[in-house]
């Protein structure tokens, strides 16, 4: 088999590239180790940036988001009680966020895709990327018991976290900065009207909390626990009462409860691998770089490494341009680490760390007040929430 571009992971970072490749008149193989149903079964993010949205739209495959994702103009951080609004369309100068699920943006990407019959393997085992530092990489997997082989020019490394493409980087030529938190989140599901016409960010001395949704029936919750803590001990009823006590009294007096459709304990890390490209492999996503969630960041800086390797590819395979391909991993990595810095700082100030002192609880609760009781502040926080703006690849 042969293609321009093989495509590691049909996440949203490796069906977005695919899309808009395909688009361009850019060959691709999407290359999965999971079955779809597995692939949209995991819930995730849903708060995506207007240069997300702009994208999907640019992709072809904005139509359901349009119709049925929620605009939202700002949201509400809830401190000691009282909620402070951070109104982003009036501190931005007009930019909002789009609640629309990850699930649902993998779902349009999907169909747009097998719409337009562009090839997509699922459930491939052993995929391993070959000679990316050749001119001639290659890609070999095996599907029902035989082995393939898929010849490229580029290979996009969309395979997560725990993918084999930041794996196949000999160690020396990589950089990994890490900080793993001592707690995660407790996500919960279910078909319940949201307590609040927008997003509440808690921070309350049993922890942060999130309430967040998904449509207006169809709600998505958090609360802070420990790293050690098993969602087998959760009951509904004990998440319902948790998630009460964390908020402040109007919003915990209107909380409509429900039974869980899904709930989950997520890690909070935050992690970028420096370079994001080995040859003729490129990194994009949660395979070069990890958010804590607080910032809604994670499905975002999937999105804007896609804008980047695609404007790059489109300008080498139409312009020749193939000295861009050097400047992919530095470009990526100015709006990464800034995204990093937001998703970290926002973490650090609405969670509780048990091992701070009564003097650093102190400076959180005034850095944090200090913020939204300042124009200057509200404006950096709501600056960087809607998504700093993508450099244009020249
Ligand atoms: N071979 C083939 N596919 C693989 C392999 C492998 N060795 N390892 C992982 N994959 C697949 C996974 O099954 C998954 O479908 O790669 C895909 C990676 O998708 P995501 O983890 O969703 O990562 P990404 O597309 O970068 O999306 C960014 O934003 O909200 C955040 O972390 C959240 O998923 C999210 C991300
Ligand atoms: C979500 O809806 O899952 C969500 C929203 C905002 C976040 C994180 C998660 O910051």
């Given at each position: 088999m042969k293609t321009q571009v093989a495509i590691i992971g049909a996440g949203p970072a490796g069906l977005l590239l695919g899309q808009l490749l395909h688009r361009a008149g850019i060959d691709n193989v999407i290359v999965e180790r999971q079955t779809p149903e597995y692939v949209l079964g995991r819930i995730r993010a849903g708060v995506l940036e207007q240069g997300m949205v702009d994208l999907l739209r640019e992709a072809g495959v904005g139509e359901r988001m349009d119709a049925e994702g929620l605009v939202h103009d700002g949201f509400e951080l809830a401190l000691d009680g009282r909620l402070e609004h951070i109104n982003l369309k009036a501190l931005t100068g007009g930019k909002t966020v789009m609640v629309y699920g990850q699930t649902e943006v993998t779902r349009d990407l999907m169909a747009a895709r097998d719409a337009c019959g562009a090839k997509s393997i699922y459930q491939a085992d052993q995929v391993q990327p070959h000679d990316m530092k050749s001119d001639s990489p290659y890609i070999t997997f095996e599907k029902d018991g035989e082995s393939y082989r898929l010849d490229c020019d580029y290979i996009a490394g969309?395979?997560?976290?725990?993918?084999i493409s930041r794996q196949?980087?000999?160690?020396?030529?990589l950089t990994e900065f890490e900080r793993v938190y001592p707690f995660g989140w407790l996500g919960l599901l279910a078909d319940t009207p949201p307590v609040h016409d927008e997003l509440i960010y808690a921070r309350h001395e049993r922890g942060f909390a999130l309430c967040s949704m998904r449509s207006s029936t169809r709600t998505r919750y958090y609360v802070q626990v420990p790293a050690?803590?098993?969602?087998?001990?959760?009951?509904d009823e004990r998440f319902w009462d948790e998630l009460r006590s964390r908020l402040p009294a109007e919003q915990a007096a209107k909380l409509v409860t429900g039974p869980s459709l899904e709930k989950s304990i997520a890690p909070l890390r935050s992690f970028v691998v420096?370079?994001?490209?080995y040859g003729k492999l490129f990194l994009l996503g949660d395979a070069a770089h990890i958010v804590p969630p607080t910032g809604a960041k994670g499905l975002n800086l999937a999105a804007s490494d896609v804008n980047t390797l695609y404007r790059i590819l489109v300008k080498v395979y139409q312009e020749g341009r193939t000295e861009l391909l050097e400047k992919y991993s530095e470009i990526c990595l100015r709006r990464i680490w800034k995204a990093e810095r937001f998703s970290w700082w926002m973490t650090s100030m609405l969670h509780d760390f048990p091992e701070n002192d009564a003097f650093t609880k102190r400076m959180q609760q005034t850095e944090l007040e200090y913020f939204v009781g300042s124009e200057a502040g509200r404006k950096t926080i709501a600056e960087n929430y809607v998504g700093l703006p993508y450099e244009e690849i020249k």
């Open positions: 969309c395979d997560g976290f725990h993918g196949s980087i000999p160690a020396e030529v050690t803590e098993k969602v087998e001990d959760w009951s420096e370079p994001m490209q």
